[in-house]
Every structure is written in C-alpha cells, then in structure tokens.
C-alpha cells in the first residue's frame, strides 16, 4: 500500500498570504489528523477528520481551518499567514473503527512564511 | 487532560549497547494506547511500537521493547543492540480508546556512536 502523501513538500509564503495544503491517507484510512511541528513547541495537534466531519480540534486559531473529501483526502488552510507559522505541518492517517489507534505520518509540508 | 512527559531531551548510546528512553503520562481513563514513534533527521515518522493498556504483556518489535507500568503511568523504550540508523528524535504518544486526538511528548534526541 501507497502510504501517506502530502503535497507540496516545501513552500514560502509572505506574511499576510494564505496557503493550502493537501493530504492523501493510505488507502482504506478514513481518518486524517494535521500537526503543526516546530523546534519551540515541538508536535502541536491541528484538528482531525472523520467521514468529512471535523471530530476533533486543537487549540490554534480560526486562521487555521481544514476539510475533508468523500474519498478521504483532506486539505488544511492557513489564511493570514504569520511568521509564527513556519512550521513543519504533519498530516498522519489511521484506520479508525478496528480497534487500532496507530496514526501513519506523512512526509510532512515545510512551511516558511517570510 | 492527557500529558506526556519525556524527561530525557538528550541520550546517547554506543553502538550495539542498550538505551532506555523514559515517559510518564498523565491520564484519568482506564483504556487507551501508548506509542512510541521514531523521526530521522529530515526523514518521515513511523511508528516503532505500540502498546494497548487493557495488555499485561510488554510489547516487543524486534530490538524494540517496551516496559509498561501502568499504576505508575509509565511507558519506556528499550532498544538493545543499538545501531546506527536508530539515531532519531523518539516521541512517546498517548491516545485515547475513545478516538480523540494523539498527544505527544516533547521527544528524546537519540544519539549512537560508532
């Protein structure tokens, strides 16, 4: 099985702008969750989605928004950027249902606002 | 809430030598799961080991083996036989039976020397 990609791997942005990022899960994985990565804060959760419902959000601004598509992919926005926001932005999938919590990672997006 | 805590920022191990790496969480639910993932520099997470509260047993994956106690709410790594390319940052996730989000400690920069 193909395993979590994300897309694009690098991107910068300029403070004000807004950028969106994409996600594929492994095949059958129908929950997506976001992390924001950084050296200071180090794996901060975003939100998760479940059958294109948000189940669970973390603790970011509403600048930060996400969604998620009938077959699971999902996208994550950040409107306004910040320079706060150069982070590494995980997206990780998991088979949600089975009994099997496990959350399989992408590569992740790397996000310079400069 | 669930915390996680890893006390050590830093270890190092020779190789073919035995490290443990320690965390602590902090939680008021009797079922849940403990992870521990590995992060390479610049390299994709994935997951080392996972253990499932409601198991007496350890879990164990190779040269990976974890030791968990759960009255003391504790949930070490141990990697025997260190090798090289087990120089990584190890993060100790918790996440609730109840899907709900991952929560990660602030990770254990593993070092292996030759």
């Known amino acids: 099985k193909a395993g979590v990609t994300q897309t694009p791997r690098y991107l910068i942005k300029t403070r004000g702008q807004q950028v969106t990022l994409s996600c594929s899960p492994i095949?059958?994985?129908?929950?997506v969750s976001w992390y924001q990565q950084t050296p200071g804060q180090g794996l901060q959760f975003l939100f998760e989605?479940?059958?294109?419902?948000?189940?669970n959000k973390g603790n970011f601004p509403g600048r930060f928004s996400g969604r998620q598509f009938s077959n699971s992919r999902s996208e994550m926005n950040v409107s306004t950027l910040e320079l706060g926001d150069s982070a590494l932005y995980l997206c990780?999938?998991?088979?949600?249902?089975?009994?099997?919590?496990?959350?399989?990672f992408g590569p992740g997006t790397r996000l310079t606002v400069t | 809430a669930q915390t996680v805590t890893q006390s050590q920022p830093e270890m190092s191990v020779q190789e073919a030598e035995t490290v443990t790496l320690s965390c602590t969480y902090d939680?008021?639910?009797?079922?849940?799961?403990l992870f521990w993932y590995k992060q390479p520099p610049s390299r994709q997470m994935i997951l080392v080991i996972r253990?499932?509260?409601?198991?007496?047993q350890n879990a164990t994956e190779n040269r990976f083996s974890v030791n968990f106690q759960k009255a003391a709410k504790s949930f070490s790594l141990k990697i025997s036989d260190s090798q090289l390319g087990d120089a990584a940052m190890y993060f100790c996730?918790?996440?609730?039976?109840?899907?709900?989000?991952?929560?990660f400690g602030a990770g254990t920069r593993l070092t292996v020397k030759p």
């Open positions: 990780a999938s998991s088979l949600v249902g089975s009994g099997i919590y496990e959350q399989y």
């Open positions: 989605y479940f059958s294109e419902t948000q189940r």
């Open positions: 996730a918790y996440r609730s039976a109840v899907p709900n989000d991952m929560r």
């Open positions: 095949s059958g994985h129908r929950s």
């Open positions: 253990q499932e509260a409601y198991k007496q």
């Open positions: 939680t008021s639910e009797s079922d849940y799961y």
